[in-house]
């Protein structure tokens, strides 16, 4: 049993706490963080009681701008955190998977609102069904656009110019994970005290790890050699502890989360069906990426590190291998000697 004497630290108290460290600080910062916290307690209510309400389960009948089928929570977690944003004061627009375009907020009067958010509101959709963990996942970048609306260049930013990235998982506890470029701190919801409590500071990637995770139903569909790294991964081979263990939960949220903890790689290679595979690089994997490196993990889309990629369209896709450093880089390894080999023949 915890110690009830022990000093409970809030997220609110934490993000304040940590204020001087931010990049330009000034608390606007702080108070956009603390806003989707409180986002991602209102999403947390409605995904608590997602058996029990049926207006909140199952599907919209309406597609996303990725043509993907919209879950009714999609909807609502997109709605609760557009909102939340918009209201904060500290936010000048939104892109998210769940819209074609991005949203610009009406200025505010007398006040140069500096930061743009991407937004992935609900994570792993196709577990809100099953009582399977789903997550939010979001990005936080300075406006480069002086003054006025925000534009589509401050969405179109590189990974490595984000000033915050974080995480909601909704699973077995909810905890919200973020960095501000200054290491990766997890904190716990205390549903009796509706506060998220520091439970993970300092949150570090083993360097190496002994689980896998990918959709190895498409197998067939995958480039040769990220089907040579998985018959690698299932060898038996003492010296490394292969095989390794298998674990893939479909909430790219969940199974990162897992393998940050227990150390592991996650990987959505392309597909002979998506040349891109499916992931989305501002909503997924750029803020995945800035944790996975701050948490002394890597982030490599095979080639070049996730937050190295120029994006060009808000719904771009990336194929992404994320996780413990020393599994990416083998993966990586892969790779490349399969580009030298194809280049002599
Ligand atoms: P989303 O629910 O936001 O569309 O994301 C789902 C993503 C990711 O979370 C998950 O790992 C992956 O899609 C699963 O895709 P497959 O079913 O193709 O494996
Ligand atoms: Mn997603
Ligand atoms: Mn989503």
Do not use: W
């Not at 058996?51 to 999609?74: A, F």
């Not at 490595?160 to 990235?165: D, G, L, S, T």
């Amino acid at each position: 049993m915890s110690n009830p004497l022990k000093k409970l630290i809030t997220l609110d108290e934490f993000i304040i706490r940590n204020e001087k460290d931010f990049p330009f600080a000034s608390g606007e910062l702080s108070g956009l963080l603390r806003d989707i916290g409180l986002a991602a307690k209102i999403v947390n209510r409605e995904v608590n009681k997602a058996g029990l309400v049926t207006d909140i389960q199952g599907i919209m009948g309406s597609t996303n701008s990725s043509g993907e089928e919209q879950k009714k929570l999609d909807v609502y977690a997109n709605d609760m955190f557009i909102n939340a944003l918009r209201v904060s004061g500290e936010c000048c627009g939104v892109a998210t998977e769940e819209n074609d375009d991005y949203i610009a907020f009406e200025p505010l009067p007398g006040k140069n609102v500096k930061y743009i958010v991407n937004l992935d509101p609900l994570d792993g959709s196709g577990n809100i069904d099953v009582n399977v963990s789903i997550g939010t996942i979001f990005s936080i970048f300075r406006r480069v656009s002086l003054s006025g609306p925000c534009t589509r260049e401050d969405f179109l930013q590189k990974g490595r110019e984000q000033v915050a990235a974080g995480y909601i998982i909704y699973g077995s506890s909810t905890m919200l994970v973020y960095t501000t470029g200054n290491g990766v701190n997890g904190f716990t919801l205390d549903p009796s005290i509706g506060e998220f409590c520091l439970s993970h500071p300092n949150f570090k990637f083993p360097s190496n790890g002994k689980i896998y995770s990918v959709n190895q139903g498409n197998f067939l569909k995958f480039p040769e050699p990220i089907r040579r790294y998985i018959d690698y991964c299932t060898a038996e081979d003492k010296a490394t502890g292969r095989p390794y263990s298998f674990r893939y939960i479909g909430s790219m949220v969940a199974d990162f989360h897992r393998n940050m903890i227990q150390g592991g790689i996650y990987m959505y290679p392309p597909t002979t069906k998506q040349a891109k595979g499916k992931l989305r690089l501002l909503f997924e994997c750029n803020p995945l990426a800035f944790i996975a490196e701050q948490a002394g993990g890597k982030a490599s889309s095979g080639e070049v590190p996730i937050m190295d990629l120029e994006p060009t369209e808000l719904h771009e896709r990336t194929p992404i291998y994320i996780g413990s450093t020393d599994m990416v880089d083998k993966v990586e390894e892969m790779l490349r000697k399969a580009k030298v080999g194809e280049a002599l023949l």
